[in-house]
């Protein structure tokens, strides 16, 4: 076999196993297994194209699906995967329409009673801890985009295990936004969750989430 023959079947070998794992959504992840990173491989920059396309049009997929199972947030996620990767990718426009309906839906709700302003936390000295989230002082500091997906989570949990939330910051403003970006994302995901949350500053903690029972 010649060298440029090696290099063809390669390269057909590559395209095999980019299809294979956009069939798997290994997308982006893991990290050494995944299509985004065995598209970058490929020596064709048609085929590049073509298949970065289709790599965000799983995404798009993806979406789509969560958008029928009502999960806004993880909808918008894989929206903006799909954006990042091929801002026109095919059904985009569409799945962008939908969760802006969803958003105008979510906001004319109004926000249900039952969000309080934060709790002192000496309440929470008989609960069980159920689970802690830190996050990032400094991507709290920056007030960091990416930081949204994080607390999406913590929401995700705390409604799945009905739980009471601690929310501890190093200073007021931290506290204040963070507080702000929580609410903002449950009312959009969870606008009828019964959420209890408690606030505390510490300035030489991580900021962090902690999740605890809630009792009768």
Do not use: C
């Not at 020596?43 to 969560?66: C, F, G, M, N, T």
């Not at 969803?102 to 000295?125: C, D, G």
């Amino acid at each position: 076999m010649t060298a440029a023959q090696a290099a063809q079947e390669r390269q057909q070998w590559l395209v095999e196993q980019i299809k294979q794992d956009i069939r798997d959504n290994r997308l982006t992840t893991p990290q050494e297994n995944n299509a985004m990173q065995k598209l970058a491989l490929l020596s064709d920059p048609a085929e590049q194209q073509r298949y970065r396309r289709k790599i965000a049009h799983r995404y798009v997929q993806l979406a789509e699906r969560e958008l029928d199972r009502n999960n806004y947030i993880q909808a918008s996620s894989y929206a903006i995967k799909a954006e990042e990767i091929a801002d026109n990718a095919d059904g985009l426009k569409q799945v962008r329409q939908r969760i802006q309906s969803y958003r105008e839906q979510a906001a004319a709700v109004p926000i249900p009673a039952q969000i309080p302003p934060p709790k002192s936390v000496e309440s929470l000295a008989d609960k069980d801890v159920l689970e802690t989230l830190y996050l990032d002082q400094s991507e709290v500091a920056e007030r960091k985009f990416e930081l949204r997906y994080r607390i999406d989570l913590v929401i995700e949990k705390t409604v799945k295990r009905n739980a009471l939330l601690e929310m501890s910051s190093q200073n007021e403003q931290d506290a204040r936004w963070l507080g702000s970006v929580l609410r903002s994302r449950i009312r959009l995901s969870h606008p009828h969750f019964d959420l209890v949350l408690f606030s505390t500053i510490n300035t030489d903690q991580e900021p962090r989430f902690r999740l605890y029972e809630r009792t009768p």
